[in-house]
Nanobody, 127 residues
Framework: VQLQASGGGLVQAGGSLRLSCAAS????????MGWFRQAPGKEREFVAA????????YYGDPVKDRFLISRDNARNTVHLQMNSLTSADTAVYYC?????????????????????WGPGTQVTVSS
């Protein structure tokens, strides 16, 4: 299984970026997916997650109402639309996947619930 994130880069504060994650897994349409991030000197932080069908989404408090997670099961991809970016959003963003169908909603917030991880993509927001 491989997860490959793309779309990171440098953006000015107030701007937007869209991250994408392409997954090479047969079971993509039956597992939950998520995004985490890690800023220099800080612990990895939950950003957003989406259930296998896309019916439910979850967001970390710092990104609520600014970020939007979505998925396209036909293309084995998950996206993270990031708006109103600030310097606090600067981090390496990781795509993660493999949350089983039977996990409760609280599980999506914890990195140990995810079986697969991508290598990360850098997002830098200049103020």
């Amino acid at each position: 299984v491989q997860l490959q994130a793309s779309g990171g880069g440098l953006v000015q504060a107030g701007g937007s970026l869209r991250l994408s994650c392409a997954a090479s897994m047969r079971i993509f349409d039956s597992v939950g997916m998520g995004w985490f991030r890690q800023a220099p000197g800080k612990e990895r932080e939950f950003v957003a997650a989406i259930t296998w069908s896309g019916a439910k989404t979850y967001y970390g408090d710092p990104v609520k109402d600014r970020f939007l997670i979505s998925r396209d099961n036909a293309r084995n991809t998950v996206h993270l639309q990031m708006n109103s970016l600030t310097s606090a959003d600067t981090a390496v963003y990781y795509c993660a996947g493999g949350v089983p169908l039977d996990r409760d909603s609280g599980s999506y917030y914890y990195d140990e619930s995810y079986e697969f991880w991508g290598p990360g993509t850098q997002v830098t927001v200049s103020s």
